[in-house]
């Protein structure tokens, strides 16, 4: 099975020609990220896809406002989420790009479990009428937040497909969730993708994963993904695909008063790539 490892777009900037041209230089296969709003600068993204050769995970966030897309609205309906899904496919549509496929923000923590599986169910239709492989992200405020509620939503939609990012609920458990072996022999064997994010026990994503202080932490993530790995050779997949998504905007710890940033992000992402390529050639060799 081969790793293929991507450099997410949040936190890179608009310079799209040099995040692509410094993904290839620290070898990565790929971007992962929205597609730009608008439609020149859209043009200069797949452009700098096409000059350094590199594939696309397409991100698309549901029910969120103009200024905040990616948080969503407290009264936002099922249907204005599948609006939005819909708006998102036709936007990558439009713009000749083929992802690998689209990883999707959708739902909402607040729902009640009846309508986050109406949600997800009519979003795999929608996503399959348009010619989309599509896969959900276990993420905090979405329908995916914690590992019971992603449990309960699983088992009455067999064939939904995860994002998994566990980062987010080692926040929601407050704490690391190795025993939860029901919710990872459920989730493991649906992961279409990881965010190999370290998060702990009171936030989403540590100073520095590289810090012996938070070693147990990066270990419990790395088993968590193992299992991953284990499903999809299980099944006979010849490839599993990672995003080290640690970003700015609340989650890069910076110094009170003067916002200093405790470490480098792009740094950080190439460090946490490069453990996650060498963590997978010990794994493969088992």
Do not use: K
């Amino acid at each position: 099975m081969e790793l293929r490892m991507y450099r997410p777009l949040w936190g890179a900037g608009g310079d799209y020609a040099a995040i692509a041209a410094g993904a290839r230089a620290a070898g990565f296969d790929g971007l992962e990220g929205g597609l730009p709003g608008d439609a020149r600068v859209a043009g200069a993204f797949a452009a700098a896809l096409a000059a350094e050769r590199l594939e696309w995970i397409a991100e698309i966030c549901t029910g969120g406002s103009s200024s905040a897309w990616w948080i969503p609205r407290r009264r936002a309906s099922v249907a204005d989420h599948l609006r939005d899904l819909g708006d998102g496919f036709h936007r990558i549509r439009a713009s000749g790009l083929e992802p690998r496929f689209v990883n999707c923000m959708g739902g909402l923590d607040a729902w009640p479990l009846a309508a986050s599986v109406e949600f997800f169910g009519r979003a795999m239709e929608l996503a399959a009428g348009e010619g989309f492989t599509i896969s959900f992200e276990t993420h905090r405020a979405r329908s995916l937040f914690s590992p019971w509620a992603t449990l309960a939503i699983v088992e009455a939609l067999p064939a939904l497909r995860l994002t998994c990012d566990f980062s987010h609920w080692c926040v929601v458990a407050e704490r690391l969730i190795d025993e939860e072996t029901e919710v990872f022999a459920a989730v493991c064997p649906r992961a279409v993708h990881i965010q190999c994010r370290v998060g702990y026990a009171q936030g989403p994503q540590v100073p520095h994963p590289a810090a012996p202080e938070y070693a147990e932490a990066l270990a419990a993530h790395q088993r968590w993904w193992a299992q991953i790995w284990d499903a999809r050779r299980a099944r006979g997949e010849t490839v599993t695909t990672m995003t080290p998504e640690f970003g700015p905007d609340g989650y890069l710890h910076c110094a009170p008063f003067t916002g200093e940033p405790a470490a480098d992000l792009w740094e950080i992402q190439r460090w946490m790539a490069d453990t996650e390529r060498a963590h997978f050639a010990e794994w493969l060799a088992l």
